[in-house]
């Protein structure tokens, strides 16, 4: 079983919808958690940590319930630009990260 | 803002040729690492280094090495290169966990052994 799972997608939708993605680690001991996005051919970039609490940037808001393990996405007022995939990163022990494999998102006009 | 710099971006390389692939941080971060990334595989870990002249083999090490003898600069090494190597290759660094979490990025180096 992976360490860390993530619908590949893609999630096709149309602008200024609402998109949601999940992601699913296995470790409970899994100390932090993050969204990065990557574009095409690029590296991935920092989109925003998870908090246990929820939080929010902007359009964006990043939850964890670490009871069922799962930590989650929401894009609200989806742009053209937003689209890209989304990578869910999760940190475990001392030097561990562990990466879904992406979901990606697609955002017609 | 962290940089973590490649200095190699695109680099066509023969079978059997050494390649070397240089990072440099500019954050004192103790943490440095070597990830392959090929579609539908994900992030592969290499290696990494937890600090100066340490390295520890990641998930896939077999073919490649590393060096670290300056804190900023972790250098990947394919000693004889193989089509199956070629692929994006990405640096990243990262501080300890009681000084900060996140994991930053180099632009990647694509590899492309004919």
């Known amino acids: 079983r992976k360490e860390v799972e993530q619908d590949p997608g893609p999630f096709n939708v149309p602008e200024g919808a609402t998109v949601a993605f999940n992601c699913t680690y296995s470790?409970?001991?899994?100390?932090?958690f993050f969204w990065y996005r990557q574009d095409c051919r690029k590296e991935p970039k920092l989109l925003m940590s998870v908090y246990s609490s929820g939080n929010e940037d902007g359009r964006f808001t990043a939850q964890l319930n670490r009871a069922s393990q799962y930590i989650s996405l929401l894009i609200r007022d989806s742009k053209l630009s937003d689209s890209a995939t989304y990578l869910c990163v999760v940190r475990g022990g001392f030097n561990k990260f562990y990466f879904g494999s992406g979901t990606k998102l697609n955002v017609k006009p | 803002d962290v940089k973590v710099t490649q200095s190699s971006r695109y680099l066509v390389k023969r079978t059997g040729e050494k390649v070397f692939l240089e990072c440099v941080q500019d954050m004192d971060h103790e943490n440095m690492f070597w990830y392959r990334q090929d579609p539908g595989l994900g992030l592969r870990l290499i290696y990494f280094s937890y600090d100066v002249k340490m390295k520890e083999k990641g998930d896939i090490p077999e073919g490649y090495s590393v060096s670290r003898e300056k804190k900023e600069r972790f250098s990947l090494i394919l000693e004889s290169a193989s089509t199956n190597q070629t692929s994006m290759y990405l640096c990243?660094?990262?501080?300890?966990?009681?000084?900060?979490?996140?994991?930053?990025f180099g632009e990647g180096s694509w590899l492309t052994v004919v």
């Open positions: 990243a660094s990262c501080d300890s966990p009681s000084s900060g979490n996140t994991i930053y």
């Open positions: 470790n409970s001991a899994s100390q932090s």
